[in-house]
């Protein structure tokens, strides 16, 4: 009897999530260039948004989206650490700058509706930091700020283009160069066997000397995928790598490397992937890349470009890869699952794990951020077919099995500290009827999905009691 209600419970979960979407899931991390203890991870899906740590990864606390605003409805195409603490975030139609501690956040005006895809520290003064906007119909250019106001200064000339990646790399005797890759235009082509002609995004390679007032351009030649400039070797600056991203599920993506700023025709083989999760160069010039597909999952490097590839692991999935030079750190991100790898061997040390959140992010005088996040996270995050056990869902749960202390919720309820709940073991009790049945206090869905999370947590509950002492 109780294999049978587990299994019907099981069934009925699986069933739930149809609907459910994607899983939320670890896609990019920025660290802080003066104090690397602070950290930012942008998760993707289930409305998106941040976790943030004060700590060196030790602990992180969580901001959807819909707390910095309701009409974020998508995760962050960049995020940027500043020296003091602050934090910049990209997306599709704006800026958001927010304050130490991930508060305070506010649009930018100076970035009204346009798309901000990277962000670069400048090589030798780590309080100033550079954007590029990427919005079809206007000029686009690069932007620099520094960490003492939230104003945004044009640097060099602006340009009817379209720019996705952004390098800013030192040359020496104080002087930086600049790359971006960017889509100027089409290519027309013809297909071999209909004949029939399209055309293709004409993909280039963008480099300046002079702080971006001239810029040199190389043609990257044909491509089918999507071309990014994602890295320059720290110890040869005119050595670049390129990753020509598809969208096809079964077509790989692949890294080239030139030895002369991306000169046309200057393009050689690298490596190739399923799906690029990250990359990054160390700042002896050793290069990693990792592989995202769960059929192919592997973590690469690279001794120096020019040498071939070595899989250091297949354990794991890379969804990002970011090195951290002041205390020579790998930093890896696994989808839910954020730590470091060893350079030598790829083994994994676990940091966080996403569904073991314990707080939120919580600024002195704002709104609860548990209250503010409510219809997001019962909707994806803390749902029955995502992540019901996680401590920051213990805010949410109606279901703790009697005598357990009150919830987040109560102490919202009874003016306590609502926006951090309080860490609770995940062996207890009061986690295992997960926090989707919170959809009483207002969060939206469906009654199909009520009926089934109702059933199969009873039904879970009724094998747990079936159990001999």
Not at 4 to 29: D, I, K, M, N, R
Not at 80 to 90: E, Y
Not at 382 to 395: E, F
Not at 423 to 436: L, V
Request: hydrophobic share 35%.
């Amino acid at each position: 009897m109780r294999s049978l209600l587990y299994a019907l419970a099981f069934t009925l979960v699986l069933h739930s999530s149809a609907s459910a979407g994607p899983v939320e899931s670890l896609q990019a991390l920025a660290i802080n260039p003066v104090d690397p203890s602070t950290l930012g991870l942008v998760y993707k899906d289930g409305g998106g948004g941040l976790f943030v740590s004060e700590d060196a990864g030790k602990s992180f606390r969580l901001l959807c989206n819909s707390a910095i605003d309701p009409s974020i409805m998508r995760a962050a195409s960049a995020l940027f650490v500043r020296s003091d603490g602050s934090l910049l975030m990209g997306l599709f139609d704006g800026l958001w700058q927010g304050g130490k501690g991930a508060c305070g956040f506010a649009k930018s005006q100076s970035f009204d509706q346009l798309w901000l895809d990277d962000f670069a520290v400048d090589p030798y003064d780590p309080n100033r930091v550079y954007t590029i906007t990427s919005t079809g119909g206007v000029q686009n250019g690069v932007y620099a700020n520094d960490v003492t106001s939230n104003a945004w200064t044009k640097v060099g000339a602006q340009d009817a283009i379209l720019l996705n990646r952004l390098h800013v790399v030192a040359t020496g005797a104080g002087k930086r160069r600049i790359y971006e890759s960017a889509v100027r235009g089409t290519i027309d082509t013809t297909d071999p066997v209909s004949g029939q002609t399209s055309s293709l995004p004409r993909y280039v390679v963008r480099v300046s000397n002079d702080d971006g007032q001239s810029w040199t351009e190389h043609d990257f030649g044909r491509t089918d995928g999507s071309m990014r400039l994602i890295g320059v070797d720290p110890q040869h600056p005119d050595h670049i790598v390129a990753a020509v991203l598809r969208d096809a599920d079964q077509e790989q993506d692949d890294l080239s490397w030139s030895d002369s700023q991306g000169s046309a025709g200057s393009f050689r083989p690298l490596g190739q992937v399923m799906q690029l999760g990250g990359a990054t160069f160390t700042p002896d010039g050793r290069f990693f890349y990792g592989d995202h597909d769960s059929a192919n999952q592997a973590l690469y490097a690279v001794a120096k470009l020019g040498d071939a590839p070595k899989q250091l692991s297949t354990k794991y999935q890379v969804s990002c890869l970011q090195y951290e030079p002041k205390n020579q750190l790998l930093y890896l991100c696994q989808d839910r699952l954020f730590g470091t790898a060893d350079p030598e061997s790829g083994e994994f040390k676990l940091l966080f794990d996403i569904t073991k959140t314990e707080h939120f992010v919580q600024c002195p005088g704002a709104a609860s951020t548990e209250n503010l996040c409510q219809a997001q996270l019962l909707s994806a995050f803390c749902g029955i077919t995502h992540y019901p056990d996680a401590p920051v869902c213990a805010g949410y749960n109606l279901l703790a099995d009697a005598g357990t202390t009150g919830s987040a919720g109560a102490s919202a309820a009874n003016g306590g500290d609502a926006g951090t709940p309080k860490a609770t073991p995940t062996s207890s009790a009061k986690h295992s009827g997960g926090c989707s049945l919170a959809q009483a206090r207002g969060a939206p869905t469906s009654s199909f999905g009520v009926g089934l999370a109702l059933i199969s947590l009873l039904l879970l509950r009724l094998a747990r009691r079936a159990r001999p002492p």
